[in-house]
Each structure stands twice: as C-alpha cells, then as structure tokens.
C-alpha cells in the first residue's frame, strides 16, 4: 500500500501516531548516542513537538519508547533526562573494552571464573582447530563502566595461551593484551557475529537490566598475526549503555584509505 | 569472586546450571547460525548432552532459551528444529538488503510510504547538511525475504536525488542502486549505528514478532562518492533471522588487504 503518492503532503497528519512517535524516537536515539543533550536534559514536549512537526501525543509516545528501552528517564517537575551516555564501540578496529573506553571512563572487571577446563566442548575445540577432547581455560568476566555493569564475557583460550594469562591481572586488564603478551606477537583479526536477544534472567540479574530486555549477543573468535584462533568468546552487552559503530565503503572493506602507490616515476632515456 | 581457580576442575558441576544452559545456547545459536544443522533437525536432548558434557536439565533451558528467541520449535514426538536459516549481513562493505540476500532467496519490497515531504524535519536536515526548511522525500518499505518480514526500512533522502528514486522500481529494488542511478556515480561510504532495543508494539506488529522482542534498530548515513550525504534510513531487523558480521583487524580499519605497492625497480646507470 502506498499510503501517499509523490507530491503527497500528508506529513503530518496522514500517519498513524505511532509511526510518527516510534521515528521520533529514532531521531531523539541517534542525538543521544551522538551525545546531543549536553548536560543530559531534553527539550520539554511543547519544544520537541515544535522541533520535529510532531503532535503532543506522538513526542509522548516516543518520550515512552525511549524510556522503556532504559535511554531516558521522566521526572514530574525535573523533566525528561537521558540517564546514561550511550558508548559506540567501533567495529572497524580489533580492540578490547578497556581500550576502547579509554578516556570514558574506567573498566573494571569482576572475575567470576578463571579456570583450567580439562576438555573443552566440542564446539568450540573445532572453533580454536584443536583437537576433540583437548584442554583449555575458560574466563568469565563481568565488566564494569564506571562501576556499572556493562557486559558479561566469556573467553575460551587455547591451553597453550590460556595457561599464562590465567596468570595475568584479570581484574584490570583486556584479554587482548594478556594474550599478545602470552604469545609474544600481536592479534591479527577477528571473525565477529552480533546477534540481539532478550536477555535471559540469569544474565539480565548480573547486568542489572530486566529480563527480556534486548542485549546485545557477540560471538567473537580472534586469532594471532599468523592465523592461529586463540580466543573464542561470548559477550553479552547492555544494549541501553553501548552502541555498535561502522563505516561501510561501497567498493568494498579496504578500497579507500590504502596508502596510494608512489608516482610512477618517468623512464629516463 | 573466583569460583573456581587455576587448575579447577569443576567444569561440569560446579556453575550453576542458567550458567551452563546459556553458555551451551551460545554454541547452539552460532552453529544454526553458521548452517550447522543440515535439514535443520537438532540431535535430541541425550546427545546434546553428551556432547556438550551438559546435564538434561541445561540441555533443555539452553534449548528453551533458543526457543524464546524464536530460532527453534520443539514439538513431541518431532523433535528440535530450527524455525528459519539465520542470515549473515555482512558490515564490510556497503550493500543493499537485495544484493545482500542474492542467492538466498528472493526480496520483495511491500511500500507503505513514498511521498515527498515539504520541510525535513530539523535533525534530518542537518544529518543530511541541507539548509533547515528544505524539503526531502521519504521512503517507508516492509521488506520480506521470500514471503516472510525481515525488515523495516525508513529512508529520508535529500530532494534532488529523492524525486527521481520515487520514480524508480521500489517494490522490486534496494534503493542504493536507485540512488546510484539518479545521481550517476557510486555512493562512496556509509556510517552505520547498530542499536539493539525492545519492538514496539507498532513495529513488531509489522514484523510478525512479539512486542519487545529483541530487534537491530540501524541508522545509516550513506554518502555518495564525493562525500555528499543523500539518504539517512532508520531501519529495523528483525533478529531472529538476522545476524551481522564483521572481520576486524588489531592494526586498524585497511591495513591489511591494501594492494602491495609495485616492487621498487633498480635504477638504470
């Protein structure tokens, strides 16, 4: 159904409420996790809805939608305020937590499993290409911004890596750096597949979120500079503190900020 | 708290068994995400079990926690299996969702909105570095991967280009390549914002899904060639049958897959 046809100038009115509300929000989201609000405070409705041509009712409706998903909270007389900083966490770098918070605030990690396995799962043996019923280590990780729960991580390591940065300040660090000191080379990349779910209630009792509530599922396997997986992890992140970020390029993952080839110098003779 | 220290051997008994069943859903979720399962019929609960050292009880609220996310039907006496093959949209490159989905199964477009709008509203002009007050076009499209929604796609783009794509196929076409057509080059980049949030009851009645079930909300931002931005989409996926996909690499976004640069030739004399 085409509801209006080119020239249509129902912008307006023509639109049922909750479309008008749920871009509104889209909108509002965007500006918040771009740290639009300084100072945290909204407009109030009357100025919103003058802002974005929207009707008292819709602002409502998406002020609500913005709540429900944690973005926001309404006082009665304090008005409306964002109640975190919605971090983005780039997706065009291999980098860990810490790292990529650095400057926003501290990570600290509550370790709530670091431990010798003496066979891993299957899967995930075949995931790290060591053999069926090989050993391991397993890390848990409940990771904190600022002493707020941000996500919950679970690495399994190659016995081989794993056995050192068992040994390794855990509290403090990213596995990243434990593991190119174990290794004694750099990570070279990461195979990373994002899922969004409902939290599920144990996990949304350790992140401090409702059960159901969306997080983000990130199945991460990272392996060395010469391709030897090491790390096959399972992140869970609180989809109300933390927002994915890309740049995609038309002409494919790495086609415009390579280091453009030297002149080509003119043959003499 | 460290449960469980170096050289512990409680792998199977000691966490507490929505630990195990969550960690085991992991493995599942990326295996029915990877196309594990050939036909799409799970093993039964005893050699799950088996498999992943798991008690039966973890077993099957791994499996129920599957079955909330809508990736799985149990049914008595028919077993597991997974209700819909779960695609990979890659964050390497720009694509549409057609071009994307080529092979998988066929895209149709149902178009809900496709108007011009006199004035944008002020947040999407300014996304889109046009003057406040100036108009654009909207396009609102419910996508369907062979029959069954996948997406809503919301696109305001500027006016130049925006009246020629409303011209264009919208039913049947990404509207990258429309795009690409009105304004006669490629599109160069886009900056994409990956937000995990709750449905909306108006969105998720689009969707076929539950209200608040977990879903991708994305803004994109896409440029043409010279950096102009043309198109800011809102765009909702639905993730039961959606997952993204990056390669990350440790030393930056290119620095990997750049084309060598020619070997230095000897000077002659």
């Known amino acids: 159904m085409v509801r209006a046809t080119v020239g249509g100038m129902d912008h307006h009115g023509g639109r ?14 965007q500006q918040i996790t771009d740290g639009g609000f300084r100072g ?4 109030d409705e009357r100025v919103l809805g003058t802002r974005f041509a929207a009707s008292r009712n819709a602002v409502r409706q998406a002020l609500s939608l913005l709540r429900q998903e944690g973005l926001i909270t309404r006082r009665r007389g304090v008005g409306t305020s ?11 770098r291999l980098t860990g937590l810490a790292e990529e918070l650095t400057g926003r605030g501290t990570v600290t990690n509550e370790v709530r ?16 290409e060591v053999p069926a019923g090989a050993g391991g280590v397993r890390v848990e990780r409940l990771r904190r911004l600022d002493g707020l729960p941000l996500s ?3 690495s399994y390591l190659t016995a081989d890596i794993g056995r050192t940065v068992l040994t390794g300040d855990l509290a403090a660090r990213d596995v990243f750096g434990l593991i190119e000191e174990a290794a004694g080379v750099r990570l070279g990349r990461a195979e990373v597949t994002v899922h969004a779910v409902g939290a599920d209630p144990d996990t949304a009792g350790l992140l401090g979120i409702g059960a159901g509530a969306a997080v983000f599922a990130l199945e991460r396997l990272t392996r060395l500079a010469d391709g030897r997986p090491v790390d096959v992890e399972s992140v869970r992140v609180r989809a109300d503190r933390m927002t994915l970020r890309a740049t995609l390029y038309r002409d ?3 086609a415009t900020a390579c280091p453009r080839p030297p002149p080509v110098r003119p043959r003499r003779g």
Chains 1, 2 share one sequence.
């Open 113 to 128: 499993v670091a431990e010798e396995v003496p066979v891993l799962p299957a899967a995930i043996a075949a995931r790290l």
């Open 152 to 154: 919950l991580d679970t």
């Open 252 to 254: 494919g993952p790495r």
């Open 40 to 43: 945290g405070a909204l407009p």
């Open 16 to 29: 049922p409420r909750a479309e008008r509300a749920r871009q509104l929000a889209d909108v509002l989201r």
């Open 82 to 92: 964002v109640v975190l900083p919605k971090y983005g966490h780039g997706l065009d």
